[in-house]
């Protein structure tokens, strides 16, 4: 995500960009500390039968599974009148093995998994296949598993959106024919989105490196394990490698978005482009104070009602619809994201996804029109 106003912002703003990751902006927005959020409809929920289980990973890694993905999963089941948790494992594997042996134990018929690593992911699959459940990889896939659907959005073209959107930040800062010195923060080695992420994104930036229009910054390729505090701390050590020369980089979420903005700040260096994902309500004001350049928009509703939506038809005996590829031997329903900018942010608000409340508040409001 890239901003290009020149505007200094108070420290206080820069310490709310490190903090992304636990809250969704610096406006405030409503946010649940509990691990375990319950849906339930038709009796569901609590020590009761269970016909549905949705495993979501963490709340570090991204606001938006607290912010969005709970509250939609758990609508459309109770709308299905489908009896279900959503549990949240706060990236405790073990935690999440559990969770799944409790809902199977509960007669769950499907588990909708966010899984935390590959090799849990599929203990867990495996665990539920044994027990006569289906298994839906939800938003991160785990590869070669034997999870009968993979929900989630094209991961490569998220990544593509990204490179290009550099591109796009760094052609509007001026610097692209001065052999700007880019940086890459990654997310998780062991998430294979973020793999699918770099490898989209590297399809954009790696031709540029060869032919000499880009610089990579040195020791500037790094995973962060979607942590924005240690993404910080390795934003300090490529600066200081590169004398503070860092004319743009790649944030693989709005999280590291930030706290490559914090270390900018901290170092008084001016607004680079910077690029990030998640659309989440600090990282859209940071696109509006110029901080930012662009946010992936993968519009979790939709997301969300895709893999209820599986998940209910099987509960329910029906067929699975919407399949329109196969990853890893995977059937697959694969969504569209959407690269926003400046031009277009109030698709989000015109989505539902987010309120105009939760970004033009405080110093940001005079950045809305």
Not at 28 to 42: L, V
Not at 91 to 105: G, H, T, Y
Not at 292 to 305: I, L, M, N, P, R
Not at 309 to 330: D, E, L, R, W
Request: glycine fraction near 12%.
């Amino acid at each position: 995500m890239k901003k290009f106003t020149r505007r200094p912002l108070p420290v206080a703003l820069a310490a709310c960009a490190l903090a992304v990751v636990v809250a969704a902006g610096c406006g405030g927005s409503n946010k649940s500390s509990s691990g375990t959020t319950t849906a339930s409809s038709g009796g569901g929920g609590g020590g009761g039968k269970l016909e549905a289980c949705a495993l979501l990973p963490d709340t570090k890694s991204s606001t938006r599974y607290t912010l969005f993905d709970a509250p939609y999963l758990k609508e459309a089941f109770a709308n299905a009148n489908v009896s279900a948790q959503v549990l949240n494992a706060l990236n405790d594997s073990q935690k999440q093995k559990s969770q799944a042996q409790q809902c199977l134990a509960k007669g769950a018929k499907v588990i909708l998994l966010d899984q935390i690593n590959q090799s849990s992911g599929n203990a867990i699959t495996n665990l539920a296949v044994q027990q006569g459940a289906k298994v839906i990889d939800y938003d991160r896939l785990v590869p070669g598993s034997k999870a009968a659907y993979y929900v989630s959005f094209d991961n490569v073209g998220v990544g593509k959106l990204i490179g290009k959107g550099l591109v796009d930040g760094l052609k509007a800062a001026g610097t692209y024919n001065q052999k700007p010195v880019i940086a890459e923060l990654n997310g998780g080695i062991t998430d294979n989105n973020a793999k699918l992420f770099k490898q989209g994104y590297d399809s954009v930036l790696d031709p540029l490196y060869a032919n000499g229009t880009l610089v990579k910054a040195k020791a500037g390729d790094q995973w962060t394990d979607w942590d924005p505090i240690k993404g910080r701390q390795i934003f300090d050590q490529i600066l200081a490698r590169n004398n503070n020369k860092v004319n743009g980089s790649i944030a693989a979420n709005d999280g590291l978005a930030g706290a490559i903005i914090a270390s900018l700040k901290a170092h008084g260096q001016r607004p680079i482009p910077v690029t990030g994902q998640d659309a989440t309500p600090t990282g859209v004001q940071f696109i509006l104070s110029g901080d930012q350049s662009g946010t992936v928009y993968k519009s979790v509703k939709k997301e969300a009602d895709a893999a209820a939506k599986a998940a209910i038809a099987i509960v329910k005996g029906q067929p699975v619809t919407g399949v329109n590829g196969t990853v890893s031997g995977t059937k697959s329903i694969l969504l569209t994201p959407v690269w926003i900018t400046k031009k277009n942010y109030k698709l989000l608000f015109d989505d539902g996804f987010l309120k105009k409340s939760q970004v033009c508040t405080g110093t940001y409001a005079q950045y809305c029109s």
